[in-house]
């Protein structure tokens, strides 16, 4: 069960840091980017790869979280 429930977190999760990476970066281009006021010393695709990584991670955030409050007493309480 649980097995299933990591699924609905980490695949649409997926989908959506794949849409975010190319919405983000078909206006922002990596090697114009500063990190406190330095240019970054990543390539181009150091920087989409942490990017896309970044993205993931906040979208299976929500999507846990929405699991979560999708779980009725019943389920938490077991």
Avoid at 18 to 32: H, R, S, W, Y
Avoid at 34 to 42: A, C, D, N, S, V
Avoid at 55 to 62: D, G, R
Wanted: glycine letters at 4%; hydrophobic letters at 60%.
């Amino acid at each position: 069960m649980w097995t299933q429930r990591l699924m609905w977190i980490a695949w649409p999760a997926f989908l959506a840091a794949g849409i975010l990476e190319m919405l983000v970066f078909a206006m922002v281009d990596p090697q114009d980017l500063h990190w406190f006021g330095q240019p970054l010393t990543l390539s181009r695709q150091g920087v989409y790869t942490l990017a896309f990584f970044a993205f993931w991670i906040i979208t299976m955030v929500a999507s846990a979280l929405t699991t979560l409050l999708s779980m009725s007493s019943f389920e938490l309480n077991r």
